[in-house]
């Protein structure tokens, strides 16, 4: 591919605007693995019986495709046949189904694989193989130590995520240390990365995509609509990838945008339609027009347009304050980043 002399993209994260104000404190996150519970939350059920084999596994300190590499050897079959239906954090305890092809195969002994960074919860067989983002979400619980700030601005901050809802910014743990992903994605793009591994390459594609979400996300979220639909959006409807163009706003659509039946949306970046009108494909335009280089390159390779919704509803979310540590419980929709929760009411720091 030959090098691009495109405009160099702002490799820069953007600075990322609050929706409510800003953080009530600061704290320490992950100071230990159990201080990140994560709990998938599965769309599929089990029929018990079929040549694949479903296991609900807990793992810490350890991320989601080295275990599934660890589960192809156990059982003697190539990678492909082991697939997960989304990615977990390493620096966790998570827990999230797999499935294993074992056509024509003896089941091998899968307690010999357990350590104590590894359990097999569940197993149950099913006919069918798990597929990428097959689950509704994830359940967090979340410790926040050596917590510092006004307590009753925490609370505000709170009350407000669990009734309106989160800006959806992709979590900083998307771009790579400093970023280093998207600088990958510029030299991609510019025809300076070779032979790359197919999962690398998906990495730095999926970061430059979700830099150019992020940044109409955070204009949004500074001009105060980023829960207020405006003519000519695509509104997406929750728990669904469907959506629907809405060139004009009424009462109706309103309505259901506040009672998060629906969510205004922006561009994950692709070949194709926009598929928005008006306002919103003025707006998109403008705050993209500087990223040349990244909308072409994921356009020449492969990537179609297509959309997610600006607001990620919080579910069930409670919290507790003890002495200097705060502990979160609360759902998320999949695709969902409880960092972009945490950033809302507490400016964290890793250990």
Not at 273 to 297: K, P, Q
Request: proline share 4%; glycine share 10%; aromatic share 8%.
């Amino acid at each position: 591919m030959s090098q691009d002399h495109r405009q160099e993209p702002d490799l820069q994260l953007p600075n990322l605007p609050y929706a409510f104000g800003g953080s009530g404190g600061t704290g320490v996150i992950r100071l230990q693995p159990e201080d990140f519970l994560v709990d998938e939350i599965s769309v599929m059920e089990p029929d018990g019986e079929g040549e694949h084999l479903l296991l609900q596994i807990e793992k810490r300190n350890s991320n989601t495709e080295w275990v599934a590499g660890q589960l192809a050897r156990h059982a003697g079959v190539p990678r492909g046949d082991v697939s997960y239906a989304g990615q977990k954090d390493r620096h966790a305890v998570t827990r999230q189904w797999f499935s294993v092809r074992l056509a024509g195969k003896v089941e091998p002994e899968w307690g010999a694989l357990e350590n104590p960074d590894l359990k097999i919860l569940q197993m149950a067989r099913h006919g069918r193989k798990l597929r990428s983002g097959a689950l509704k979400g994830n359940r967090f619980v979340i410790r926040v130590r050596e917590y510092r700030g006004d307590r009753a601005v925490l609370e505000n901050r709170l009350t407000r995520l669990a009734e309106e809802g989160m800006p959806n910014y992709y979590g900083e743990q998307r771009f790579g240390i400093e970023g280093g992903n998207l600088a990958s994605a510029a030299a991609l793009f510019r025809g300076e990365l070779k032979r790359l591994k197919r999962q690398k390459r998906g990495i730095y594609l999926s970061a430059a995509r979700s830099l150019l979400f992020n940044r109409v996300l955070a204009a949004r979220v500074a001009a105060g609509t980023w829960a207020t639909p405006l003519p000519g959006e695509r509104m997406m409807l929750a728990g669904s990838q469907s959506s629907f163009l809405a060139e004009e706003i009424d009462e109706d659509i309103v309505r259901r945008c506040r009672e998060m039946d629906i969510h205004p949306s922006a561009p994950l970046w692709g070949s194709g339609d926009v598929m928005t009108t008006s306002t919103i494909a003025a707006l998109e335009a403008d705050v993209l027009a500087a990223d040349e280089l990244f909308r072409e390159g994921l356009k020449r390779f492969g990537l179609k347009m297509d959309r997610r919704a600006l607001r990620a509803a919080v579910s069930d979310l409670q919290w507790s304050i003890d002495g200097d540590q705060v502990t979160l419980q609360f759902g998320l929709p999949k695709g969902s980043f409880a960092t972009s929760l945490l950033r809302e009411c507490i400016d964290y720091r890793l250990p």
